[in-house]
């Protein structure tokens, strides 16, 4: 694998300007992603996941901001490009998969149309070369008859298809980056493991990297590499997989695992909610933006953000517990204490 990132998103930070006020949506977001892998955000909705993605491509529009940090992809800095020169690289370097394939396909065309339309827009095909292009997409995706489905409207098309017509048209130009906006939030179980076992496939064969982006951690427990917990617009927890499911470190991320349904408990065993609502984007708390809701909340996390801690070098949480607890370790060694003994004695002479 590759040490160059294809991804890397340094202390991003990014609002949007509404008549109420500033929303701040992302506040100093870093993200890293190399060839191939495959990193999960998760978290509530409106926690930035979506906003953390769309800023890759360059779809945070007016009264969307970026006000500071650098965002990096395949080598471009896209902070600085113009929307003429992203619109080069979305589709071709970059795809994404929406949350809801029905609104995010035209019902007045045909879906032959809209992938050929992709095709030719961006590989200067032609008419017959992109239809054959799509014939084998679909193909690719595994709907039958592909030239009956292409002469067929989105309304025709179960759900399932629909979203393996959204997975075509982003897979349309090979590109080395695959969003994936929740792309199973509004299908059924069956139909999901299908959706993602489908990605992971592709995935493999064309050796792309994803970015999931969900609200469930089960979705994600089986095909991320690293997983990104998000919290008011913060990554609040970083870490790869077995690290954030089993070492969870911030209780935001603590009480996401907890709400999960398990097949080891007792069938009568009640789900443990996150007690109360996520923050105001418009008045965000002056220190951590869990604190309102966490049981374990002091006083400083009341008042001042928390610096990082790092556990090793691809785990890190944003938490005072681990800053208290480091304190109180360093404190509690002997040689730390004679140390203060000897210098507050060197000090009286």
């Known amino acids: ?195 993602l076992e489908l990605m992971m496939d592709l995935k493999e064969k064309l050796g792309m990297a994803i970015i999931m982006i969900t609200h469930d951690l089960g979705v994600v427990a089986s095909m991320c590499d690293h997983i990104a917990v998000m919290y008011a617009g913060r990554i609040v927890e970083y870490g790869t997989t ?7 470190s911030h209780m935001y991320t603590k009480g996401l695992i907890r709400s999960i349904p398990r097949l080891d408990v007792d069938e009568h065993q009640r789900l443990i909610p996150i007690e109360g609502t996520p923050v105001d984007m418009l008045n965000p708390p002056a220190g951590c933006p869990f604190a309102p809701r966490c049981e374990k909340a002091m006083k400083i996390c009341l008042r001042q953000p928390a610096p990082i801690t790092e556990f090793d070098d691809t785990h890190y949480t944003y938490c005072w517990l681990h800053q208290k607890a480091a304190m109180e370790k360093q404190a509690a060694r002997p040689e730390v204490a004679d140390s203060r003994i000897a210098m507050s004695q060197g000090g009286e002479k």
């Open 242 to 248: 077995d690290q954030v499911f089993y070492e969870p």
């Open 1 to 195: 694998m590759s040490d160059e990132y294809l991804v890397k998103i340094e202390n991003e930070k990014l609002s949007f300007f509404t008549p109420a006020g500033e929303v701040k949506a992302l506040n100093d977001v870093n993200i890293t992603l190399r060839p191939g892998e495959v990193l999960g955000i998760v978290g509530e909705s409106g926690s930035g996941k979506s906003v953390t993605a769309y800023s890759l491509m360059g779809l945070t529009a007016d009264p969307g901001k970026l006000i500071g940090g650098k965002i990096r992809f395949n080598g471009h800095a896209i902070e600085t490009m113009s929307e003429k020169e992203i619109r080069k690289i979305r589709g071709n370097e970059v795809s994404i998969i929406f949350q809801d394939p029905m609104t995010s396909l035209n019902p007045v065309y045909t879906i032959g149309n809209q992938i050929t339309e992709v095709i030719t827009l961006h590989t200067g095909k032609s008419k017959q070369e992109a239809r054959e292009r799509a014939k084998e997409l679909l193909e690719l995706v595994g709907i039958n008859e592909p030239e009956k489905r292409l002469k067929q409207y989105p309304h025709e098309l179960s759900g399932g298809m629909r979203q393996r017509i959204m997975i075509a048209i982003a897979l349309a130009c090979e590109p080395k980056l695959l969003i994936a906006d929740e792309p199973t939030t509004a299908l059924d179980v069956t139909i999901q493991a299908q959706i």
